[in-house]
């Protein structure tokens, strides 16, 4: 089964940074995409950041200019710089792994997802 796990979240006053890591197990299916995505009590799930096996990134508007995902494909691991944060990125962050490929006996294509299990990220003003 794969997994995935994150770290990196802490207390951190506004203004200032966190690096967030994430590392997904290694598996038979190709990594196709590794992404951020967040949640603040009382609120939906939103989407940070994406990064596409190709290396093509997807930013939530909120975090444009500020956040930074790269992906070390050879290791499995996304990491998410996060400059200049504010209260309201405070959220349990969560790190979303999605893997895919061709089964090799019956051609049919296979995708699924593998969350980690969060990690808190308190910006206090």
């Known amino acids: 089964q794969e997994q995935v796990k994150e770290s990196g979240g802490d207390w951190v006053q506004a203004g200032g940074s966190l690096n967030l890591s994430c590392v997904a197990s290694?598996?038979?299916?190709?990594?196709?995409?590794m992404g951020w995505y967040r949640q603040a009590p009382g609120k939906e799930r939103e989407l940070v950041a994406l990064?596409?096996?190709?290396?093509?990134?997807t930013y939530a508007d909120s975090v444009k200019g500020r956040f930074t995902i790269s992906r070390d494909n050879g290791e499995n691991i996304s990491y998410l710089q996060m400059n200049s944060l504010k209260p309201e990125d405070s959220a349990v962050y969560y790190c979303?792994?999605?893997?895919?490929?061709?089964?090799?006996?019956?051609?049919?294509?296979?995708?699924?997802?593998?969350w980690g299990q969060g990690t808190q990220v308190t910006v206090s003003s």
């Open positions: 979303k792994a999605s893997y895919g490929g061709i089964n090799g006996l019956t051609g049919a294509s296979h995708k699924f997802d593998r």
């Open positions: 990064m596409s096996e190709g290396g093509t990134t």
């Open positions: 290694r598996s038979v299916w190709r990594l196709t995409a």
